[in-house]
């Protein structure tokens, strides 16, 4: 079950003079008295309930954590990568796709940032996907390389990553994820193609020696599916997909580099083609996954025969796209 944490500074540090003691010190003993508490009622009551000090910047923090904000608990779908991942909400993006076609069956967690590469997502990997945590994602889709694939700066700053470190990156990415249950499934995405020619229109003033270029990605995107292949995770060809698309330079995208709602629905379609035709039990297709409060009920609208409801559970007709 996932924690929620609400955290209190504490102090060890008493007034020990023969003055009245400190308000910080009095704040302290409540607080030792309020965990004693919750503790004894945590063992009183078999809850899923824990109190513990944590060190956070040097000082000490005292934390209660407790179960499920909301229920009931469902799959956890994480987006993991960069900013094709954080602006999945955005422009039609394939994220709030996903959470359309998973509502009441799985939710969607987005963990995306912007201009960052896989060795920045090493630097949080057991942050964002930690083994101790009471509850696994259900899947974790990946995607990392777009700024990796990028020219190297001659100052050697930027997101440039040789190809070698970002296919050992992408394997450590991987290892982990797989390590934290048996249950955990893992989609990695390739890196796309690029517009060229709208980049270096729209990036020009902005930055320096910026280098995007579609030979690049296509090398980074085939070590990615083959580093697939050699760990067996099951992965999107983004590069060649979005290339199907008819006028996909002038429909895919935004700015050259980032997702339009076209370019979000090939990415759609390609992962929800890996889960029908992956073997996992359970299946994480939406079609085979239960959704929530199903049942029938008599609050249900009332058919056109006045006499029996209708169970609108399983309505999709309000979706441009019935994904498949």
Known sequence: ?????????????????????????????????????????????????????????????????????VGPARPQFVLFGSSIVQLGYSNG??????????????????????????????????????????????????????????????????????????????????????????????????????????????????????VRTNELCQMYSEACLELCKEIGVPAVDLFNAIQRRPDWLNTCFTDGVHLAAEGSKVVVEEILKVLKEAEWKPSLHWKSMPTEFAEDSPYDLVAADGKTTLNPSEWTFHRAIQWD
């Open 1 to 69: 079950m996932k924690v929620s944490v609400v955290s209190l500074p504490l102090s060890l540090s008493l007034n020990r003079t023969n003055h009245r003691p400190s308000r910080r010190s009095r704040i302290t003993f409540r607080v030792h008295i309020l965990a004693e508490r919750i503790g004894e009622f945590a063992s009183s009551s078999n809850r899923n309930f824990s109190v513990r000090r944590r060190n956070r910047g040097g000082a000490g923090r005292l934390c209660f954590g407790r179960g499920e904000m």
């Open 93 to 210: 993006g394939w994220g709030a796709i996903l959470s359309d076609v998973y509502a009441r069956k799985a939710d969607i967690v987005l963990r995306g940032y912007y201009g960052w590469n896989s060795r920045r997502a090493l630097q949080v990997l057991d942050q964002v996907f930690p083994k101790d945590a009471a509850v696994q994602p259900s899947l974790a889709i990946v995607y990392f390389g777009g700024n990796d694939s990028m020219g190297p700066h001659s100052s050697g700053l930027g997101p440039h990553v040789p190809l070698h470190e970002y296919v050992e990156n992408m394997r450590k990415i991987g290892e982990h994820l797989k390590s934290l249950s048996d249950t955990t499934r893992i989609i990695f995405l390739s890196c796309p193609p690029v517009n060229e020619d709208k980049v270096r229109q729209t990036s020009s003033e902005y930055f320096s020696e910026l």
